[in-house]
């Protein structure tokens, strides 16, 4: 059996994926596919994803992926990356697009009437570089990380929450935004942690060895 799938859309930073979790768990059987059976028989899934919102639910459904993702946030250990955690939440603005309803809440872009610092300096969008995240529950996810560690972020749009309860870390860009949500066997990010060198590597390593407690299981 695989032990970790990789789910390939046709939108996401495949390799630089693959290969941290292949040097994080080198004994594991780790694959790419696009196969919906084969995402549904592993016993771990990864969700990356990079550009648009609306091509990458597109590309979900054309390739028949949607059920096989659904069905693997429901029932095992989870990890989305970037387009892989926004995917999860209710709806977009960008392209004004349903997501797969997961989680409750929506993906915003970030504002240009928001985006200066307090001395004045303008922002750019995308948020692009390394920016610390503040983890705001203990996770197993987040064992062997600092607090206020720095990750790599590529991106223009975030999430925001209906909820407290699914987040996990929040950033500043230049207010404060969720940029890590959990659930149950969901954890999901949006920076990118296969390019955040040591600590994106720890967090990887966690989600390989990670065993999930849902919230309806015996205490």
Avoid at 18 to 40: F, G, Q, R
Avoid at 127 to 156: C, E, K
Wanted: glycine residues 8%; hydrophobic residues 40%; negative net charge.
């Amino acid at each position: 059996m695989t032990n970790i799938a990789i789910v390939d859309y046709g939108m996401g930073n495949l390799r630089s994926v693959s290969k941290a979790l292949e040097h994080v768990a080198p004994t594991a059987t780790i694959v790419v596919t696009s196969d919906p059976s084969v995402v549904k028989e592993a016993e771990r899934v990864v969700v990356p994803g990079q550009g648009a919102m609306p091509n990458c639910i597109h590309e979900l459904e054309i390739r028949g992926l949607r059920g096989a993702v659904q069905e693997a946030a429901t029932n095992k250990p989870f990890l989305g990356i970037c387009i892989g955690l926004q995917m999860l939440f209710e709806e977009s603005e960008e392209g004004n697009i349903k997501g797969l309803g997961i989680l409750p809440g929506r993906v915003l872009h970030f504002p240009s009437s928001a985006m200066t610092t307090p001395d004045g300096q303008k922002l750019k969008v995308p948020h692009m570089g390394w920016n610390q995240v503040h983890q705001t529950i203990d996770h197993p996810l987040w064992h062997g990380i600092a607090n206020d560690a720095r990750f790599y972020f590529v991106h223009s749009y975030y999430v925001e929450t209906t909820e407290s309860q699914p987040v996990a870390a929040r950033s500043d860009y230049p207010f404060p935004f969720t940029c890590a949500v959990a659930k149950d066997n969901i954890f999901a990010v949006q920076f990118h942690p296969e390019k955040s060198h040591v600590a994106g590597l720890m967090l990887l390593s966690n989600f390989a060895n990670w065993t999930p407690h849902f919230a309806d299981e015996a205490s």
